[in-house]
């Protein structure tokens, strides 16, 4: 899930949206405290209400992430494409699309496997 968060404040970094990518990674650690605090001291859930925090924190960062994603000029065709649409599964642009998107993980698992070593 982090890596996806990664991805969506980048892409909003990337259309000069600094203050709302920002505010997401603000708000939701501060709401985690107070959620967490509740779940492990006030609930007695303890180390489950740890992981149900954490959770509840990065979804909330996902939600806000594509609140403001879904808001950009820029992208409305993008956010207007549906599963069922004839685009979504044409492989005519799958080779260039992959020559991107093959060393584009990779650099991202090698920046992962830096944070776990």
Aim: net charge neutral.
């Amino acid at each position: 899930m982090q890596g996806f968060l990664d991805i969506d404040r980048n892409f909003l970094t990337s259309f000069n949206m600094t203050e709302q990518a920002m505010a997401c990674q603000i708000l939701a650690p501060i709401v985690h405290g107070f959620v967490c605090y509740y779940l492990t001291i006030s609930a007695g859930y303890g180390i489950v209400g740890t992981g149900v925090a954490g959770f509840i924190t990065n979804f909330s960062i996902f939600v806000l992430q594509n609140y403001f994603l879904r808001k950009l000029k820029i992208a409305e065709e993008a956010n207007s494409i549906k599963l069922s649409d004839k685009r979504v599964w044409a492989i005519s642009g799958l080779k260039s699309y992959l020559t991107l998107a093959i060393p584009s993980m990779f650099f991202i698992l090698i920046e992962w496997s830096v944070y776990d070593v």
